[in-house]
């Protein structure tokens, strides 16, 4: 096996990224991780503390990719609503709040949907139309991802109609 310095903090959130998407948090142990990065167990903590280190680092990827959003609410929500079907587990892992990271890294991961909701509700209410906006969209894509949608019909003309409808209430 190879010595821990071949072993990277980015191969191992990357590895545990995969198997939490695979084989859920309850699949996401430390050996599952080493023997995918190619290393023994006990290495891993050289690099990583714990494994709730570990699931915290997974989160805070989650909100990096949220942090590098751009443009209006519509852009923004369609780009979150990717995200979520890329990574399901980890995007519920962030947004169920079980997960604390820094303060700088939730802030960074919302000042995408800040700006596009100032654009859209002016900058004294871009925080309260950004929880608007950030509350539907989670229920819509939570349902989404567990199956709650059982009536048929197009999810993703629901989800359009449903987000035209929301911005519409927001302008006033």
């Not at 989404?144 to 911005?167: P, S, T």
Request: proline share 3%; net charge negative.
């Amino acid at each position: 096996m190879p010595t821990p310095e071949r072993t990277s903090v980015d191969a191992i959130v990357s590895a545990a990224r995969d198997i939490l998407e695979t084989d859920g948090l309850a699949g996401l142990t430390m050996q599952a991780v080493a023997v995918r990065v190619g290393v023994r167990a006990p290495s891993l903590y050289k690099r990583v503390e714990s494994r709730d280190d570990l699931i915290r680092l997974i989160a805070e990827a989650t909100l990096d990719e949220l942090s590098n959003l751009d443009g209006d609410i519509y852009a923004v929500a369609a780009a979150v609503r990717r995200i979520a079907h890329a990574r399901p587990a980890a995007f519920q892992l962030v947004m169920s709040g079980a997960v604390r990271t820094s303060e700088a890294v939730f802030v960074a991961a919302s000042e995408p949907i800040l700006r596009a909701a100032a654009a859209l509700a002016g900058p004294d209410n871009a925080l309260v139309a950004a929880r608007t906006v950030t509350a539907w969209a989670t229920g819509f894509i939570g349902m989404e991802l567990n199956g709650g949608f059982n009536l048929g019909g197009d999810l993703d003309e629901a989800w359009a109609f449903g987000l035209e409808r929301l911005v519409a209430a927001i302008r006033g």
